[in-house]
């Protein structure tokens, strides 16, 4: 029997409805691979990123908060993806490299901005950037992040040529775009306290804030740097789609359903923050009217004002209208669609450790535990 | 006689010491060229500049946000330099157009930030960005102006080539990151209410936070999309420097000293914010040890005890001291150095429009009142 039972279902039946079971197991030899590419690609990405940092003035207000983020522990699951896909199409280590240091750095950028719009404490660990030295000059860290980002794909010119680069720097600015467009809809959506939404509504924000560059800019970069050659506009998108939706649900369920002790953010900060996850809006429609009404009423209160009982409740109510187990659920058949997407995705790399990789870290996400 | 005695200088002593005197009256025929180039650089840059304004959703929540500065109306003053910078050496309009699109975004997502970072209330006569949408919605809008001022510089691929595309990014870059360090340096002396500047710590901050994308960027990118050349790594540093400082200084003293009525900003705005213009250090530098403690307690005030009386007691300190008569003379000096860099900067370029437009920027904008 196949690891997968999805293998032997029908493209149309998976792909227009992903309600694939798949076996949430992973196994142990999986694990080793992945925990082993994770701590390789993640060590040459962190060497070539602190290449990258300014060791320069002015250190006390801009460098040593530039490099706050990227010097937290972290789990280089992008640049691991985007060094493996390009391996997985050929090319070596060395030539993905610069590109894993940029969607590395790109990431740190987005948190630090995020930190400060979503108002969270917290960051791997340890107090967020805005806290430590205030909204204007993190801020200001952020914006010199983001243009760190750009520095290795420019230097990407001398050995990828400057054809090639160009054509990554615009992939790299199309995921850009995708962020700040997805980041838009879920800060609009908490300013205007909008509740009436549908799990479209989540797909096309998380695709935009998570997907684009956790997953699509990772393998579409990867092939571009192997293949030296265009890709089509819709190329890895559907497989980075169900990845990063896995992705971002099961970053959702942890932050009110995981361990405690070895979460780095502000545990159920979601609520307070009041994003607008899967299992709040699977809430917000199942709720009697009442609840719908008093949640209302939550989410209207200034952030200061919304107190922890409240939060606690909020969680109950979660998982008595069942909305975690909806959410879990949800992500264990968009990891069975991101599976099916794999084998056309990949179809034309070469079965390598890597591509073993890609297709493992789809279980890995879902069951991850952090 | 020359019509500016400086040019009667030798070059050490207008170089080391910039103390040239310079007429001061712009004649009429000088006036009518900076506004009619001004004018019609800035309409074609307004044009192409509209054209990346992407018309799509999420409209309320993004798009809107970003078109909000670019659509006010401005004075297009770096896009017409960059213009007749690439005009001087022989380009076209069309070749710029790009850029100078560019320059301008960049100077619309500074403003979006800084605005923030500063508590600015008002900007170009109506509500600042944050004002209007909130911090978190504001701020991710202004990293979507930073990325749309990407777009045209990739853009130009198609008419300059790949090579000289990935230059001018180099320098755009380059320029970016010039800004968030002068910004730093400024966030940071406020942050932490620092009294005892120096001149020369203004102009190292002015330097990276004005110069660089108002005067030097400019001219550089003109000057290399007309030649194709990589210029030398100093070639119109210096000039872009005193103008650049030129046209900082007097947007200090307009803030305090302009006319109320046609000033677009907060009136006195900087004084409310801590800014650390050449006014105030010069302040701080010759106040009684009695005024120098009473200013450090104010600046140590959160923003909303600053209170109107105090502003206006700085102000009559200013003119009581001689800040604001140091200030203009300080200006003054650095007109006539930029006009002295000029000759060399511009030796290569046609005695042209164009060549005549960027010499005659400097003294307007040491007279602009606006």
């Not at 600015?173 to 809809?185: P, Y």
Request: hydrophobic fraction near 40%; charge should be negative; aromatic fraction near 10%.
């Amino acid at each position: 029997m196949s690891r997968f039972e999805h293998e032997s279902r029908s493209n149309e039946e998976t792909a227009a409805a992903p309600n694939a079971r798949v076996v949430t197991r992973t196994l142990g030899a999986e694990l080793h691979l992945i925990k082993s590419k994770l701590a390789e690609y993640g060590a040459r990405t962190r060497e070539r990123l602190y290449e990258y940092l300014p060791d320069q003035e002015p250190r006390e207000y801009l460098y040593d908060l530039v490099a706050a983020y990227p010097e937290r522990s972290s789990g280089m699951l992008r640049p691991s993806l985007l060094i493996a896909s390009a391996r997985a199409f050929g090319a070596t280590i060395e030539d993905a490299l610069n590109t894993a240091a940029a969607v590395e750095l790109m990431h740190n950028a987005m948190l630090v901005h995020d930190d400060i719009e979503d108002i969270s404490d917290l960051r791997r660990g340890a107090p967020s950037l805005h806290q430590q030295a205030g909204v204007p000059l993190a801020m200001n860290a952020g914006d010199a992040l983001g243009l760190l980002c750009l520095q290795p794909l420019l230097a990407n010119a001398s050995a990828l040529g400057p054809l090639l680069t160009l054509w990554i720097l615009e992939e790299a600015l199309e995921t850009m775009f995708q962020a700040v467009e997805g980041q838009a809809l879920e800060l609009g959506w908490r300013k205007d306290n909008v509740c009436d939404l549908d799990s479209s509504d989540y797909l096309r924000m998380v695709t935009k804030k998570t997907c684009w560059y956790t997953a699509i800019f990772p393998c579409r970069a990867g092939a571009l740097i192997a293949t030296g050659r265009a890709l089509r506009p819709e190329q890895f998108v559907q497989f980075g789609y169900f990845l990063g939706t896995t992705f971002q649900i099961q970053d959702d369920i942890l932050n009110v359903a995981g361990n405690r002790d070895i979460y780095g953010k502000d545990f159920a900060g979601d609520i307070v923050e009041g994003k607008r996850t899967l299992m709040l809006i699977h809430l917000f429609k199942h709720a009697t009217t009442v609840d719908q009404s008093r949640l209302r009423e939550y989410f209207a209160l200034p952030y200061s004002e919304r107190r922890n009982e409240d939060v606690q409740w909020i969680v109950t109510l979660m998982e008595d209208y069942g909305s975690i187990e909806f959410s879990r659920s949800f992500a264990r058949r968009y990891a069975g669609a991101a599976l099916f997407e794999f084998s056309k995705a990949f179809s034309g790399a070469d079965d390598s450790e890597d591509s073993r990789f890609i297709e493992s870290l789809v279980i890995h996400t879902l069951e991850r535990k952090v």
